[in-house]
């Protein structure tokens, strides 16, 4: 059973470029969500994918941008990327669970991917 | 939006002991919280978590309690061993998580 994976790895890229981050979610998971982390801190939510639209958005601009397909896989975008926008990026997948009160998602996270903007 | 706070930054403790970090949160509406540890270059993993219609959960040497009138809840380890060391987070919410700024535990042997 294969678990939330993400690439690439790393990537380099300068202020201005674009960037293009990828994420398949864990076996039998519909909902992925994206997270930026920068150095010492807790991850941030970017936003979440559910049924292929964006379901909730964190504080972010609209350079970030995402997309969900069919299979549940999603890319999260960057555009003019700016220096502070560099830091660990995490795909977390889940599966809804529905609970007294409302649904809430058991999230689970992919390696993440580096991202250095010079 | 939802605030989490996590207190302390930094908890150094000899092995053997126990260790307990405190998160707040600010959204009432928040009903799910989980615990995420973090070694050093790698994932955020998982360790526990509770839900809003539990006040208390436990597993093995971990466990969470939640006091949802006073909008807090705590992780506390028993018998720590060195590999508990590591960056613990807290989170809350429901589809969206808000993130403590993490807890950095060192077990010394």
């Known amino acids: 059973d294969a678990g939330v994976t993400q690439s690439p790895t790393h990537l380099i890229k300068t202020r201005g470029q674009q960037v293009t981050l990828r994420c398949s979610p864990k076996s039998g998971h519909d909902t992925v969500s994206w997270y930026q982390q920068a150095l010492g801190q807790g991850p941030q939510f970017i936003f979440q994918?559910?049924?292929?639209?964006?379901?909730q958005r964190g504080n972010f601009p609209d350079r970030f941008s995402g997309h969900q397909f069919p299979n549940y896989s999603s890319e999260l975008n960057v555009n003019a990327l700016l220096l502070g926008d560099s830091a660990l990026y995490l795909c977390?997948?889940?599966?809804?669970?529905?609970?007294?009160?409302?649904?809430?998602?058991?999230?689970?996270f992919g390696p993440g991917t580096r991202l250095t903007v010079l | 939006g939802e605030n989490v706070e996590q207190h302390p930054s930094t908890l150094s403790v000899q092995e053997g002991d126990s260790a307990v970090i405190k998160c707040t949160y600010s959204?009432?509406?928040?009903?799910?919280f989980p615990w995420y540890k973090q070694e050093l270059g790698k994932r955020p993993q998982l360790i526990i978590d509770i839900r809003s219609n539990v006040g208390e959960k436990k597993d093995q040497r971990i466990a969470v309690t939640l006091n949802k009138t006073a909008k807090h809840f705590s992780l506390h380890i028993t018998e720590t061993q060195p590999e508990d060391s590591a960056v613990y987070f807290c989170a809350a919410g429901g589809y969206k998580l808000s993130f403590g700024a993490g807890t950095t535990v060192t077990v010394r042997a």
């Open positions: 977390a997948s889940s599966s809804p669970v529905t609970v007294s009160g409302g649904s809430t998602d058991t999230q689970y």
């Open positions: 994918y559910y049924e292929e639209e964006e379901r």
């Open positions: 959204d009432s509406a928040s009903n799910y």
